[in-house]
């Protein structure tokens, strides 16, 4: 189990890429009243359904809102932006299930991490290098501007931030 203090999530991996031989992996999010989404986003390469278990949820898909509530589930198909929230003043509980697993665990690892050790500003996200990154790492990208134009920033980002780094040491 991980937690964000910043956004007020939590997750506990249910089944992870390396247990389904990167098929799939499998968490259960909960969320707190006042839990937010650091920042819409597009995983190019992953399809991620949410199952809503408890709760209610405002999940927007390609500028378009829908209202889930338990039992009910909605299919984020691949390249496709998405944000979500809880909804209601109310917590709640989500089964997450993104189509190949592709690691995304370390993703989430490194992202609350940083989060627990103050390293994200007031919207959850860290620094623009962190995010190029991860991004490129896990093939993540922001709702806007165009993908190919973000792949590019983020490799001139990282190549930076790696030589910058190595200069230090």
Known sequence: MIENPVTGERITFVRTSE???GALAELDLELS???FLAAEHIHRSQEEKFQVLEGRILLRCRGEESMCGPGETVVVPAGNPHAW???GGAAARVRITFTPGAGIEQFFDEFFRLA?????NSKGMPSLPVTARLGLAHDMYLAGPPVPLQRA???????TDRLLHRSDT
């Not at 627990?116 to 994200?120: A, D, N, P």
């Not at 920033?153 to 190549?159: D, M």
């Open 19 to 21: 247990q389904t031989g």
């Open 116 to 120: 627990r050790e103050g390293r994200v």
């Open 153 to 159: 920033a983020f490799r001139v980002l990282a190549t």
């Open 85 to 87: 929230a809880p909804h």
């Open 33 to 35: 009243p006042t839990a």
